[in-house]
C-alpha cells in the first residue's frame, strides 16, 4: 500500500514562490514515475508536471513552462514541485501522484495523495 503525504501549499502573493514536497512510503520509490496535477475550484483535476523514475527526464503543461520545476530526491523519497512567480490562476488543490506513461501520449495514475492547497491573491 503505497501512501503519499503532500506538504508547502499555503496562502501567497502574485510573483511569490512555493515549493511543495511529497513524501512518498509503502512502496519502491525509485521504481516510480511521479506527477503533480492540480484541481482549480469549480475545474476538472489537470495534469501539472511528471519526473521518470531516473529523474533524467521531466515534463510540463504549458502553462506553467519556466516557472514550475518538478524534482525528486530518490534517497528520501521525495518529490518537489518549485513554484516560482506564481499567479491567480495557479490557485488549486495540488496533489502528488505515482504515475504511468500511456499509448495516447498521457499519463495514468496509480495513487493519489490527499492534496495541499495552493492559494494566489492578486
Known amino acids: 500500500q503505497v501512501q503519499l503525504v503532500e506538504s508547502g501549499g499555503g496562502l501567497v502573493q502574485a510573483g511569490d514562490s512555493l515549493r511543495l514536497s511529497c513524501v512518498v512510503s509503502?512502496?519502491?520509490?525509485?521504481?516510480?514515475?511521479m506527477g503533480w496535477y492540480r484541481q482549480p475550484p469549480g475545474k476538472n483535476r489537470e495534469f501539472v508536471a511528471a519526473i521518470v523514475w531516473t529523474g533524467g527526464r521531466t515534463f510540463y503543461v504549458d502553462s506553467v513552462k519556466g516557472r514550475f520545476t518538478i524534482s525528486r530526491d530518490n534517497a528520501k523519497n521525495t518529490v518537489h514541485l518549485q513554484m516560482n512567480s506564481l499567479k491567480p490562476e495557479d490557485t488549486a488543490v495540488y496533489y502528488c501522484?505515482?504515475?504511468?506513461?500511456?499509448?495516447?501520449?498521457?499519463?495514468?495514475?496509480?495513487?493519489w495523495g490527499q492534496g495541499t492547497q495552493v492559494t494566489v491573491s492578486s
Open positions: 509503502g512502496g519502491t520509490f525509485s521504481d516510480y514515475h
Open positions: 501522484a505515482v504515475v504511468r506513461s500511456t499509448a495516447l501520449g498521457g499519463w495514468s495514475v496509480d495513487s
